[in-house]
């Protein structure tokens, strides 16, 4: 684990790793987290300082209720253009609600965002003398594709290896929802799971496994 | 817009109308848009659609800066247009002339056809199988022709029963067979990513027109055959 800790520290003056969520580096810049990374600190273009991959999972929530009710007339225009865009009626029965539908489901489909892993995992830590594997598998996972809005739906297998400290295993479950329910990359997902499940527990090690198909039909 | 006009009276109509008004409606499959307007679609309804997009992602709370999501509006918009693009498609171009005469009566069916639509409500996929049969009166059409009309129907936003009536009443104008019977079974993501989240449950709707509706045997060789 002490090679884990020392390779993680090196990225604060690699390269900027590109699976961090960029939208989070405003939010950080103004939170403890930021003073944390020291002088060292690796920026991107904006100016503003980049965080690493193992910090991206204590993150601040980038979305509240409030914020839901308050973008969702926007939202629900914007589905109107888009409607009357494809060449359909926005004002016929069947569409009628639709761009408030569409609006709350996208939200719904983005809600990891509000979030935050240590609500979920601060109270299920346990310390337990257990050094065998835990594994928990076949985790339905439902995300969006970040590039082109269309869902990609899968199972996620975790495994862990303890060293001490174990996570009640619905958790798992949890973080999985948590991290699934956002504008997302499959690859950068997984990595996401595994980060906060090491930074979380301090296992001897950690694997995940995500199987996905997105649902779209045909190659465009 | 003549469009939206048209598809309006296309689903006014299987929302109103019986089977037999429908039946005797000529061109009902052929109320689709103006093509000559939507052959191609519009520089600017793209543009617009990209920007509504843009405003969709900074809603939700993304930042559209990211390299990850820079060129997303644009993929987007070009994605949507294709999962509509079956309104850019009349029956007459797609079966291409592939009706022949053949002295078959007996039942043909092409069953498993994959579907994929959007649910008019959540605009959220909905995907499946269609199983089409028809018993045909002097003429027969080209098989691949069948899952040509499932594929431009399902290209649109669309509600999984007007879905299956649209086929049923697309075949019965082309080929004026003695009866046709199409079922669709789907999952549609808007009750599983969301809302209730059952995940196994699926939905399946029939339409029945013609000798499949009035002959319970026939209906029942059909039904039969495309569980095996």
């Not at chain 1, 600190?41 to 991206?56: A, H, I, M, R």
């Not at chain 1, 296992?203 to 465009?220: L, R, W």
């Not at chain 2, 006014?12 to 005797?24: E, W």
């Not at chain 2, 989240?197 to 399946?204: E, G, L, P, V, W």
């Amino acid at each position: 684990m002490e090679r884990t800790k020392a390779k993680l520290s090196d990225n604060l003056t690699g390269t900027p790793p590109q699976t961090v969520n960029r939208h989070l580096e405003e939010r950080l810049a103004t939170t403890k987290y930021a003073a944390r990374t020291g002088s060292s600190q690796v920026v991107c273009e904006n100016g503003v300082p980049l965080s690493t991959v193992p910090d991206s999972w204590k993150e601040e929530r980038t979305r509240s209720l409030e914020d839901n009710e308050m973008s969702l007339p926007s939202l629900a225009a914007a589905y109107t253009t888009i409607l009357r865009g494809l060449g359909e009626d926005p004002e016929r029965q069947g569409l009628l609600k639709t761009p408030w539908r569409a609006a709350t489901a996208m939200q719904y489909f983005t809600k990891g965002y509000q979030e935050k892993i240590t609500d979920v995992l601060n109270d299920a830590i346990f310390d337990e003398d257990h050094d065998e594997m835990v594994i928990v598998k076949d985790i339905d996972m439902f995300s969006m594709c970040e590039h082109h809005l269309v869902p990609f739906i899968g199972k996620v297998h975790i495994g862990y290896l303890p060293n001490k400290r174990v996570l009640g295993l619905s958790k798992l479950a949890r973080i999985v929802e948590i991290y699934s329910r956002r504008l997302q990359v499959q690859e950068r997902l997984t990595k996401q799971i595994a980060v906060a499940i090491t930074e979380a527990l301090k296992p001897a090690g950690v694997g995940v496994v995500i199987e996905a198909t997105a649902k779209e039909g045909g190659a465009y | 817009m003549q469009c939206q006009k048209a598809t309006v009276q296309m689903n006014g109509l299987c929302n109103v109308k019986k089977v037999a008004d429908l039946c005797s409606v000529n061109g009902f499959s052929e109320a689709a848009l103006d093509k000559k307007k939507h052959n191609k679609p519009d520089e600017v309804t793209l543009s617009t659609m990209e920007e509504a997009y843009s405003t969709i992602l900074r809603g939700l709370g993304e930042n559209t800066e990211r390299q990850g999501l820079k060129s997303t509006p644009g993929r987007a918009a070009r994605a949507m247009q294709f999962f509509t693009k079956g309104y850019r498609e009349t029956v007459q171009d797609v079966l291409n002339d592939a009706v022949f005469d053949e002295d078959h009566d007996e039942m043909v069916i092409v069953k498993d056809i994959e579907m994929f639509s959007l649910c008019e409500h959540h605009l959220v996929p909905f995907f499946g199988k269609v199983h089409i049969g028809y018993l045909p009166n002097q003429k027969i059409v080209g098989l691949s022709k069948l899952a040509r009309v499932v594929e431009m129907y399902s290209r649109r936003l669309q509600v999984q029963e007007r879905l299956t009536k649209q086929i049923a009443i697309a075949i019965v104008e082309a080929l004026k067979p003695a009866g046709v019977a199409v079922i669709v079974e789907a999952e549609h993501m808007c009750m599983v990513m969301r809302g209730v989240q059952k995940k196994n449950s699926r939905t399946i709707t029939s339409a029945m027109l013609g000798v499949f509706r009035e002959d319970p045997k026939t209906r029942e060789e059909f039904l039969s055959l495309i569980k095996s």
